[in-house]
C-alpha cells in the first residue's frame, strides 16, 4: 500500500497538472526538445545546481524526425556540483540545436542557494546567466530547380550570425522522495539575424517568456524495485500548454525502464542501465499515434550520465531527481 506521504505529493502533483493545464491557450512549443528530461533538468531549471551531493555530467543528443531533411538535432553537455559541502551550488550548460539552415549554440553557467529545512527537505534558488549564437546558414539551402544559380535577390548569398546575452531564474524543492521546480530558464527571446546581421539580437516579450512546471516521486514498489511517475509542463502566454507525462521503473541492480506520452500525441520508451551507480547510459524511442497527419517518422534520443563523488559517505542510484 502506499504511504501517506506518497499519497499525498500524488494529490499536489495532480493538482499542479490541472491547475496549469486549464489556465492555457492553444498554440505552438519551443524549438529545443529533449524528451529525457528527469536526465536533463539542468538545461530547464538552474535551480538544480548542486542538489545532488556528487558532481555530475550529462550529455545527451535528440535526433528528431529520421527521414526528414532538415529535421531538428539537439545536443546538450551540461555538469552540476555542490561547493564544498556549502549550501551554493554551481552548474554549466553548453547546447546546440539545428533546424534546416537554422542554427544556435548557447553557454550558460549556473548558481543555485540552498535552504535546508526540516526532515531532509530543501528548496533552492536559482539563477543562470549566458550568451547565445544564432546563425542562419544560407549556403546550406537546397533548391530544386537544375537551372537555378544562385542570383535570386530574396536568397541572401552569405551566412549570417549574431550573439546575445540571456539569462534565467528558478526554483527547485525537493526531499528523497518528491520534487517539484518552476522556473523561466530563457528570459529573453534570442531572435535569428537578417541578412547582413541587421536587425536586433534580443527581443523582450513577457507573452513569449517560456514557464516551465516539473514534478515527481519516487514510489518503493518493495525492497528492489521503484516507481517514478513524473511531468513535465511548459507553456508561455501566447502558446499552449505542452506537457509530457513520464513513467519510469527501476530497478536496485542499474536496469530501468518506461515509457512517456507528450503533447500532440507523441509516445516514447526508453530503457538504461547504470554501471556500479557512476555512469548511467539511456536511450528513447518516439514515435506519433497520428501518423495519418506527421507520417511515420521516428525520434531518437541517448543521454549518458557520469557521477563523481564529492563525499566520503555513499549514495543511493540510481535515482531520477
Known sequence: MLKQRNIIHIFILTTLICLFSFCKKLSAQENILFSSYNHNKLF???????????MEIAMGYHKQWTGIEGAPKSAILSAHAPLNNSQVGLGAILYSNKIGILNETGFFANYAYKINLPKDRIFSFGFQAGLVNKEVRWSEITTYDPNFN??????????VSSIAPNFGLGAYYFTP?????????????????????LGKAINFEFNDIYFYLNSG???NINSEIQAAPS????????STTNYSFNLNLSH??????????RSEKYWSINMGYEFDSKIGISYSFENSLDKLKRGDHTSHEIFINYKISTKKSSYTSPRFF
Open 44 to 54: 530547464i531549471n538552474p535551480a538544480y545546481s548542486g542538489s545532488n551531493p556528487y
Open 150 to 159: 544562385g542570383d535570386d535577390p530574396s536568397i541572401p548569398n552569405m551566412n
Open 177 to 197: 522522495k518528491f520534487h517539484i521546480g518552476f522556473s523561466a530558464p530563457r528570459l529573453l527571446q534570442n531572435v535569428y539575424p537578417h541578412e547582413k546581421g
Open 217 to 219: 516521486v519516487l514510489i
Open 231 to 238: 511531468m513535465l509542463l511548459f507553456s508561455s502566454l501566447n
Open 252 to 261: 536496485i541492480n542499474g536496469i530501468s525502464a518506461g515509457g512517456s506520452f
